[in-house]
T-cell receptor, first 115, second 110 residues
Framework: KAGVTQTPRYLIKTRGQQVTLSCSPISGHRSVSWYQQTPGQGLQFLFEYFSETQRNKGNFPGRFSGRQFSNSRSEMNVSTLELGDSALYLC??????????????FGEGSWLTVV | GQQVMQIPQYQHVQEGEDFTTYCNSSTTLSNIQWYKQRPGGHPVFLIQLVKSGEVKKQKRLTFQFGEAKKNSSLHITATQTTDVGTYFCAGDNYGQNFVFGPGTRLSVLP
């Protein structure tokens, strides 16, 4: 079956703009989680959605938001982009919530560059 | 807030040598997960440990969860060049937070 699909794969935005990233989980998976990866800060958890509800949230400012639709697809939005938001944004899906023990599958990620 | 440390940051080994990375959390964890990320790739889930003192094995990989559920280790026996990558642990704080360690980058010299 198809893996986790993230779009777009690469994008360049200007400081102050906003961006929306999309994630399509593996069919049947109800949990989608988002992560930011940078060389300086490593891999950081943004938030997790399960059955359209945000289940937990990492330590990021309110400019970072997300949602999940009834078909489990998820979007992540970053408003008022800053240079420091340049990163690889990873999405992962699982058949159950984080911490339940089920395997978590990552997508290839969306590379965001803010100029 | 919750912090997760990993040591060492880098490890270079000769093929066939063993490798161990250690993960320590500042708070008690409900579970801990391990991931591997190859250069240029995305993280791949390896395993989750839940019980105090739990030990799990996957071929040459052995994972341990400490008795206090604050630390964990990943041991690779007889490393191979295919083991190259960065190994991350991630601690789940009973659903309140989910924090990754900084990772240990493993290089294996043939």
């Amino acid at each position: 079956k198809a893996g986790v699909t993230q779009t777009p794969r690469y994008l360049i935005k200007t400081r102050g703009q906003q961006v929306t990233l999309s994630c399509s989980p593996i069919s049947g998976h109800r949990s989608v989680s988002w992560y930011q990866q940078t060389p300086g800060q490593g891999l950081q958890f943004l938030f997790e959605y399960f059955s359209e509800t945000q289940r937990n949230k990492g330590n990021f400012p309110g400019r970072f938001s997300g949602r999940q639709f009834s078909n489990s697809r998820s979007e992540m939005n970053v408003s008022t982009l800053e240079l420091g938001d340049s990163a690889l944004y990873l999405c992962a899906s699982s058949s159950s919530w984080l911490g339940s023990g089920n395997t978590i599958y990552f997508g290839e990620g969306s590379w965001l560059t803010v100029v | 807030g919750q912090q997760v440390m990993q040591i060492p940051q880098y490890q270079h080994v000769q093929e066939g040598e063993d490798f161990t990375t250690y993960c320590n959390s500042s708070t008690t964890l409900s579970n801990i997960q391990w991931y591997k990320q190859r250069p240029g790739g995305h993280p791949v889930f390896l395993i989750q440990l839940v019980k105090s003192g739990e030990v799990k094995k996957q071929k040459r990989l052995t994972f341990q969860f400490g008795e206090a559920k604050k630390n964990s280790s990943l041991h690779i026996t007889a490393t191979q060049t295919t083991d190259v990558g960065t190994y991350f642990c991630a601690g789940d704080n009973y659903g309140q937070n989910f924090v990754f360690g900084p990772g240990t980058r493993l290089s294996v010299l043939p």
